[in-house]
């Protein structure tokens, strides 16, 4: 299983939490213009309630051990989300994993 948080000099992936709700949820709606040409769950309709379906689910998968989320911070702003990044098991058997 991955670490929950990992850093460099700039950035902090961080797994995310109940309490990333608020951060997420601004950084989903101030992209979705630019993000709902490309990814499905970026509709233009996006409602607090898909925020709390996506964490419920990304702490779920962590602890299925099949897909790892992390919010993507800077470390010198580290209450607002920027991104995010993911894992998900392709081969357990062959420590394999896809990211994106």
């Known amino acids: 299983m991955p670490k929950s948080t990992l850093e460099t000099d700039r950035i902090r992936l961080q797994r995310f939490s109940r309490r990333d709700h ?32 996506f964490l419920r689910e ?12 992390y919010s993507i911070r800077l470390k010198d702003d580290p209450d ?13 058997l062959g420590k394999i994993a896809e990211f994106g």
């Open 80 to 92: 607002r989300h920027v991104g995010s990044v993911s894992l998900w098991t392709v081969s357990k």
């Open 58 to 69: 990304s702490m779920q998968a962590w602890k299925e051990d099949r897909a790892w989320d």
């Open 22 to 53: 608020t951060t997420y949820d601004e950084a989903a709606r101030a992209s979705l213009p630019e993000l709902n040409q490309w990814l499905p769950w970026a509709r233009l309709d996006y409602e607090h309630g898909d925020t709390t379906a």
